[in-house]
């Protein structure tokens, strides 16, 4: 089955109770919702269309903000948000919802393995990840994810694209590839000296087990969706 990556937006919010991290949106049913939130260390709950989000990888910064991923399945979609809550919370965040996911078991059963990352500070860009086992399929998806403090940002990395991406006083993004990919990059638009970054290297396992294609919708150009079939 194809996998689609659509676009969801993403918020940001000082001490606050409550962040909206994404758009309001009706994902597709089963479609696989994730959000990569980069904050100042506190605990909070993820959460929307009717479920509580899995916490599926967090990383502790290097004198900076930690990166958080959370991801659910929709199996009943309804219209709504990605909301953070928690007591005084500090956070930026960046969402994306993908279709085509292994959506037999649960979400964390959908990354065939445990992310691995990194929190670096001052590296030579590209910056590799350390490395992830072979991919169960040669059509799982790719899935990068970093966080990179002050100003500057992250890019996607060659054959990669941006799935999802917010900049504040830092920035957070979610980049993707249509095939394995065990050696991950974060790539800088400039460079990374002097700051602080953080990231994750996933797999994400495709439905019906390989074999489907590629397909990236960008929900919010032009105020129409765009599909692409690579």
């Known amino acids: 089955m194809a996998f689609t990556l659509t676009d969801r937006g993403g918020g940001t919010g000082v001490y606050a109770s409550s962040i909206t991290a994404s758009d309001t949106f009706t994902p597709a049913t089963n479609a696989m919702v994730v959000c990569a939130i980069a904050h100042d260390g506190e605990t909070m709950t993820v959460s929307g269309f009717g479920v509580t989000f899995t916490q599926i990888a967090t990383k502790v910064g290097t004198s900076s903000r930690d990166l958080d991923v959370y991801a659910a399945l929709i199996p009943s979609p309804t219209s709504g948000n990605v909301v953070i809550t928690g007591s005084s919370v500090s956070a930026y965040a960046a969402t994306t919802e993908i279709e085509g996911v292994d959506s037999s078991g649960t979400v964390s059963a959908a990354f065939p393995q445990t992310p691995t990352s990194a929190a670096v500070y001052s590296p030579s860009s590209p910056y590799a990840l350390p490395s992830l086992a072979a991919f169960d399929s040669s059509t799982n998806l790719s899935l990068t994810i970093g966080q990179l403090s002050s100003s500057g940002e992250i890019v996607a990395d060659t054959g990669y694209t941006e799935a999802a991406y917010t900049s504040a006083s830092s920035s957070v993004g ?57």
């Open 174 to 230: 979610i980049f993707y590839k249509a095939s394995s990919d065990t050696s991950q990059r974060l790539v800088a638009s400039d460079y990374f000296s002097y700051r602080h970054l953080v990231g994750f290297a996933m797999e994400i396992a495709e439905a019906g087990g390989g074999g489907g294609g590629f397909q990236v919708a960008w929900a919010r150009q032009a105020n129409q969706t765009i599909k692409v079939t690579l």
